[in-house]
């Protein structure tokens, strides 16, 4: 069972691919975490975001594994992140281990912006996750305030606005729905709604 999820900015798919690894009980991997990760190190090193030969060395040093989330998860995060996705070598640099993550032999959910398009063409079921950007801005503000971070609406879905912008307008593996993949709309719908949705997906695209 290999499942492919993409989607603009919380957009919900982050948790929704979390529910379906849980439920077919295979493993998840929020792609994401990737490019923030990359981003981080840039930043802990005192790099700029635009270091090229660096960010290559740090994408390729990733274990996958024991991210710590709380740090990466941050607004500012997110930003940087989108940064460094744009830029073709670093994406390539984490072509490989993505694609060896979805081929485990039990399947897998990979969620990201690129999966259903470049990392896992074949994927048998992919969805594309959107919302509204204002129900986008919700979710992220209550989300980082949940963390601790103050939070401005209208910062956050200005924030929203242009990492839309940034990751659907690259050159590189921009983000856009795959030409087989189903789209999900969950603005108007919870996470058990969204959920019940994403399972009918799974269904219809890969009968048990
Ligand atoms: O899903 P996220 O918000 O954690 O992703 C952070 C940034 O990383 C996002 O703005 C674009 C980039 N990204 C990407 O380009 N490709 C992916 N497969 C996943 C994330």
Request: proline share 4%; charged share 30%; glycine share 8%.
């Amino acid at each position: 069972m290999l499942i492919a999820i993409d989607g603009p900015a919380a957009s919900g798919k982050g948790t929704l691919a979390r529910r379906l690894a849980r439920h077919f009980n295979v493993p998840h991997l929020d792609t994401g975490l990737l490019y923030r990760a990359t981003a981080a190190g840039l930043l802990d090193k005192g790099c700029r975001l635009d270091d090229v030969e660096r960010a290559v060395g740090i994408a390729r040093g990733l274990a996958l594994v024991d991210f710590n989330e709380d740090r990466l998860r941050g607004r500012e995060m997110g930003e940087a992140a989108s940064v460094v996705a744009a830029i073709p070598e670093v994406r390539e640099a984490l072509v490989k281990a993505q694609r060896r993550f979805a081929s485990r032999p039990e399947g897998a959910v990979l969620d990201g912006r690129d999966i259903g398009t470049v990392i896992c063409p074949d994927a048998p079921v992919k969805i594309f996750v959107t919302a509204s950007p204002e129900t986008r801005a919700q979710r992220r503000a209550l989300e980082l305030a949940g963390r601790g971070e103050k939070v401005d609406y209208a910062a956050v879905l200005e924030d929203i606005r242009k990492r839309d912008a940034r990751d659907s307008g690259r050159a590189t593996a921009p983000l856009k729905a795959a030409a087989d993949a189903v789209t999900l709309d969950t603005t108007l719908l919870d996470i058990d709604a969204a959920f019940a949705a994403a399972l009918r997906i799974v269904a219809a695209r890969a009968p048990a």
